[in-house]
């Protein structure tokens, strides 16, 4: 069973933090998680770094000059522990690590639709990024060791120039705090923030989504010159001698306007973008298939029985609106929607109840998801 969503963050009630501080303003909230033990060992994140299928980066910023460098990392190319300065990233750590994909179930609070990843900062003392803005909400979880972090809300965002980083030119931080483990430090979009690492530390990222119009719409604006077929052409019969060549003939204008006004996008589109684009895996997700998956009809004979569960991979991503489904990226058709459809997205399994009575449409649907690898079966 995955596990709950926090209700508490530390004393604080999650209800009241999304009240108060959720897209409003930067929160530091002490023993936030209690008792956290890191859910992942510097040794881990080491070989995750050595995997072409993980994304991973290296800052260093020896004789304050900043380098960036992108994994895969053989351990012999990253450098000694003893060094001071340098930071490894690992993103995606949920999709590798059971403990971690446990973790940021815990942050489900917010709608999938927003959550992301999480990614995982190992530093020796004084590693760090920069200071620098991100555009998405995260909570900063200290796992190990201790970071320094400095926050402003500055208005200037300036980066340095000629810097494989965007680092700002001119932070001017305006609050302070070390961070032990268990204590997290909430940052909504656009603050400047600067962590530090003192001594060797982990610091975790649950990072929250905020996608621009720009990157939701624009696919479904190429699906449309891909699908849609403008009937007739431009026709002008009539038309009267110009003295003005140069000039657009404001009847071609007014032609054009009517042909595209008639591609005005409805509701059903704007849901259906939502899901294919929230739902779509990240570029470097491989799912591993089965070695031996169910067939169909042994799928359906355990269904009957009472004997099958699925569970959804902490790679897949599934979400719901209204009778409309989606799951890494596709987008089930109208007539194949299924409440226990929503049960999965919302649970992330269907148990053995619900597909004891499936009907043979979802059976199919969820034995194709099984054998690409999205889903997993558990039999009693």
């Keep these: ?26 929160l530091l909230i002490r023993q936030a998680l209690p008792g956290l033990r890191s859910p992942v060992r510097r040794a881990q994140l080491f070989e995750l770094a050595a995997r072409d299928d993980v994304e991973s980066r290296c800052v260093t910023a020896f004789g304050g000059r900043w380098r960036l460098a992108h994994g895969p990392f053989a351990r012999s190319s ?106 997290v430090l909430y940052l909504p979009p656009g603050v400047a923030h600067d962590g530090v690492a003192l001594g060797e530390c982990i ?34 019969p009539g038309a009267r001698p110009t003295r003005r060549p140069g000039r657009l003939p404001a009847q071609m204008v007014e032609q054009a306007w009517r042909q595209l006004s008639s591609l005005r996008p409805r509701r059903s589109d704007a849901v259906q973008m939502l899901l294919a684009q929230l739902t779509e895996p990240k570029p470097q997700v491989i799912f591993d298939r089965p070695r031996r ?42 007539g194949a929607y299924d409440l226990r459809l929503a049960r999965l997205a919302d649970s992330r399994r269907i148990g053995t109840d619900s597909l004891r009575s499936a009907p043979a449409a979802l059976l199919r649907l969820l034995h194709e998801w099984h054998v690409a690898g999205w889903l997993h079966v558990d039999q009693e």
């Design 203 to 236: 610091t975790l990222s649950v990072g929250f989504r905020a996608p621009s119009w720009q990157e939701l719409v624009e696919p479904w604006f190429l699906q449309q010159a891909a699908r849609v077929r403008l009937s007739g052409r431009y026709a002008d």
């Design 78 to 183: 990253l450098p000694p522990l003893a060094r001071r300065r340098w930071t490894l990233l690992v993103q995606g750590l949920d999709l590798h690590l059971p403990a971690a994909h446990s973790l940021l179930q815990r942050f489900r609070f917010a709608p999938d639709a927003r959550l992301d990843d999480l990614m995982a900062s190992y530093a020796t003392d004084g590693g760090g990024v920069g200071p620098h803005v991100d555009s998405y909400d995260v909570f900063l979880i200290q796992a190990h060791g201790r970071r320094r972090w400095r926050i402003s809300r500055q208005r200037d965002l300036a980066l340095v120039d000629g810097l494989p980083l965007k680092i700002l030119a001119n932070f001017r931080p305006g609050a302070e705090w070390v961070l032990e483990p268990g204590d």
């Design 293 to 334: 998956p169910l067939s169909l009809a042994a799928l359906q004979r355990a269904a009957a029985q009472g004997r099958l569960q699925l569970r959804a991979d902490p790679r897949t991503r599934c979400l719901y609106a209204g009778r409309r489904f989606a799951i890494n990226g596709e987008v089930c058709p109208a």
């Design 1 to 26: 069973m995955a596990p709950p969503a926090l209700t508490h963050l530390g004393s604080l009630t999650v209800a009241r933090f999304m009240r108060e501080a959720w897209q409003r303003r930067p």
